[in-house]
Structures are given as structure tokens and as C-alpha cells.
């Protein structure tokens, strides 16, 4: 709970400053039947690129986890594409 009170108490240049990190595909697992958000996807979809621009997935297993990424309506959902 105070991880989700500190992004919210977090100033617009905070979170401006969030979006020139390296993606990063660690999901909460205290709420995983909460719905996902675009931003949340967005996040995972360019984790997944990352580690396939790496090497980590063969084109195959990305384009299919990429897939479940982007129809993934719960955050447990995409829980289980980051840590495989």
C-alpha cells in the first residue's frame, strides 16, 4: 500500500522524469485481479522489446508474449509475462 501512496503523492516532475527510465516489468502482485491501465501495458510491451532486442526471448515467444500483453486486463496477467 505505500508503494501505491507514494506514486500518487509523487510530483508532476517525478513522473516526468519516469518516463526517461529503462522500462521495467515489475508488476504488483498484492492486487492482481486489478484492472490494467494502457500505461501499464505500454511499460511491459516495451520490457518485452527490450529483452528481445537482447536476445532473452526468440522472436516466436516475444511476438506471442507481446500478444498477451497487449489483451491483458488484469495486472496478474501481466505479472506472469515478467516473470518468465
Known sequence: MRALRAAILRTGSERS???HRVPDCQ???????????HEDRDRVVAALRVAGGDGRHSAEELDTRLERALSARTLGELAVLCKK
Open 17 to 19: 522524469q519516469d518516463r
Open 27 to 37: 508488476m504488483s502482485n498484492y492486487m492482481p485481479d486489478m484492472r490494467v491501465s
